[in-house]
């Protein structure tokens, strides 16, 4: 990888999925903002006790036999207003974890010593039994070998060497943004990679261009978490079909995770629309608010010079040089998985017996029935990342002969950014189990299923998953929280059957995660994306956010409401896309187009 200690400053940042703070900075950012800091308490408390007491008072009538009570919605909204206090969604959650624990035993007997031992037993007890699950440990098992291959893939240079190759077709402005967004689509595979990569790589040709360095990181950290979190192979896939997995067992659906991934996928509006809106506003050359400043400024006099510290974000990553750089060393491994995961899932699944001839292998039906029916789909996936990065390892070895060191060391990273996905993993596992001993979703949908109405569940899911993940800065705990709460009233709208509401809420949960993830000042990917970008980050967090807003709010009003009414997901896409060319052409209509 990179050499020097600069270097691997940069490179350490990607080493965790929430929590991360800028070193050195933290005494001075705690007491500027402790006002702000303040209020935020106070805030937060304030909510927590007001919607206890409103759960307390909107309590069913005690009837016979066992019942949900109001407090099973302590734990996941405990979890909710502490990440938004501390920033630390590890601590949030182990918290929310053994205040369930305790609620399970104390509620019964507050006086009793023997309670509460129970209740600290009890909360152990939600951690073993996910640790126990085969299933989890399956799960559990993808990240490392995923991580590492990616890692390996790096150092061999084979993103470099597509990047390469994409160059040579960027001739200006617009070409620039474009390989710039083009990359970030093909990084799909993971997030943390995607920023390091497209950020680092693509620097020196968008400062040839006079691209603002916000605009590099806009980029960047847009083509980051919606992407992976859309792509089917990805460091993503494994943490949502889990989830989405285990709430289908809640369910009783006769449905798989992976099947409720897809049948959100049309309904990932927030994903989608930014996907888009990235190529349309660089095709259109039109910005506005502070983007159009930074734009102007870079126009006149350059991105930006490059310091010590640009030249550490834009080095090489790896032992080799451009030059010696080569695509085959990623496409091989990638492919390879994708391939043999594919494979895996349509044997496991009984393709062959279910194929009507070829032209069910076009049809997506066909393939959803496939994926839905196989039964092993853990198993596969962790072979498939053993596969890519056997590949991975085959190839760093045939055109970049790597050392065992630079290889060792590709380890050491991997493992190390697998640790807090497996925190983060089991945590989460933990809490939908405290919340099902609780009966909270159960509760939930006794005070919310007769009082709101399903059209705008979806949507109301969709703003709190958004304000949730944009306050913690982590889509992890943010999926972690609101998918064992809210799928399950969802389904209760739904009449208990698998419908329409249930599908959008899923993608609606899903969507409003990443939207934190992309664009919170707290989260990972916003930081490695300036760092990658040599861009500061409340800079880049204040030119990126009134984009951000306006694609949330193109998908909240023409895509997820239309939809719940009833619209075609496909034609509240479309509705979508050309709202944002008309709001791009309204907005920005006395810019001045952008040279290509």
Same mark, same amino acid.
């Given at each position: ?37 303040? !209020? ?121 060497? !597509? ?69 089917? @192979?990805?460091?993503? @896939? ?22 409720? %991934? ?16 990235? %190529? ?17 400024? #870079? ?33 091989? /491994? ?55 990065? #056997? ?32 925190? @983060? ?34 949507? !109301? ?19 972690? !929280?609101? @998918? ?83 619209? /075609? ?28």
């Amino acid at each position: 990888m990179r050499s020097g200690p600069a270097t691997q400053d940069v490179l350490e940042v990607s080493a965790g999925q929430s929590g991360f703070r800028v070193r050195g900075d933290e005494n001075k950012s705690d007491f500027l903002l402790k006002p702000k800091a303040l !209020i935020r308490y106070a805030v937060a408390v304030v909510v927590f006790v007001a919607l206890c007491a409103l759960a307390a008072f909107c309590a069913p009538v005690a009837e016979e036999g066992p019942r949900a009570a109001w407090y099973g919605i302590v734990p996941p909204l405990l979890a909710i207003s502490l990440a938004f206090l501390t920033r630390n969604v590890l601590l949030s959650l182990g918290i929310a974890i053994l205040v369930g624990g305790l609620l399970t035993e104390v509620s019964q007997a507050p006086l009793s010593i023997a309670a509460w031992f129970r209740g600290l037993t009890t909360a152990g007890s939600l951690v073993g039994a996910t640790v126990r699950s085969k299933s989890n440990l399956q799960t559990l098992a993808f990240i490392p070998p995923i991580f590492i291959m990616i890692e390996v893939t790096i150092a061999s240079g084979g993103f470099r060497g !597509i990047i390469v190759w994409l160059l040579r077709w960027v001739k200006g402005r617009k070409s620039a943004q474009i390989a710039t967004g083009l990359m970030g689509v093909l990084c799909f595979i993971d997030d943390y990679a995607s920023a390091i990569i497209v950020g680092s790589m693509m620097q020196p040709i968008t400062d040839r261009f006079r691209v603002s360095r916000e605009k590099l990181a806009f980029i960047v950290d847009a083509t980051s978490a919606p992407v992976a979190g859309l792509a089917v @192979i990805s460091t993503w @896939i494994a943490y949502e079909v889990g989830l989405l997995g285990q709430i289908a067992e809640q369910l009783h659906l006769e449905r798989s995770g992976y099947s409720l %991934f897809f049948d959100a996928l049309s309904f990932r509006f927030y994903c989608l629309l930014m996907t888009a809106f990235i %190529f349309l506003h660089a095709i259109l050359g039109r910005d506005f608010g502070p983007m159009k400043t930074a734009e102007e400024r #870079a126009r006149t006099d350059g991105p930006g010079e490059r310091n010590a510290a640009d030249a550490a974000g834009g080095a090489s990553c790896g032992v080799v040089t451009p030059e010696s750089g080569r695509a085959v060393n990623a496409l091989v /491994p990638l492919g390879g998985l994708i391939v043999f995961h594919i494979a895996g899932l349509w044997v496991d699944g009984g393709g062959p017996a279910k194929l009507d001839g070829a032209g069910s292998l076009l049809s997506l039906v066909y393939w959803r029935d496939v994926i839905s029916a196989a039964r092993h789909t853990h198993l596969i996936l962790d072979c498939a990342a053993l596969f890519g990065l #056997a590949l991975a390892l085959l190839f760093s070895q045939l055109h970049c002969s790597l050392s065992m060191p630079v290889i060792r060391s590709c380890f050491r990273r991997g493992i190390k950014r697998a640790m807090i996905p497996f925190v @983060i993993l089991i945590l989460a596992w933990s809490l939908k189990n405290c919340c099902d001993k609780l009966r909270t979703g159960q509760f939930l949908t006794s005070i919310l299923a007769d009082k709101v109405s399903a059209y705008w569940f979806p949507p !109301i899911v969709f703003l709190v998953a958004c304000v949730t993940s944009f306050a913690t800065g982590t889509s992890y705990g943010t999926m972690a !929280i609101l @998918i064992p709460t809210a799928i399950p009233v969802a389904f209760a709208l739904d009449g208990n059957s698998y419908g329409l509401t249930t599908m959008i809420s899923v993608g609606a949960v899903l969507d409003g995660a990443i939207f934190g993830d992309h664009c919170s000042p707290i989260s990972d990917t916003t930081i490695m994306s300036s760092i990658s970008s040599s861009c500061d980050l409340m800079q880049h967090v204040r030119t990126q956010l009134p984009y951000s807003l306006l694609v949330a709010a193109v998908a909240l009003l023409c895509a997820y409401l239309p939809s719940a009414l009833g619209l /075609p997901g496909g034609l509240s896409l479309i509705l979508g896309v050309f709202v944002m060319v008309c709001l791009l052409l309204l907005i920005a209509r006395g810019e001045t187009t952008l040279p290509a």
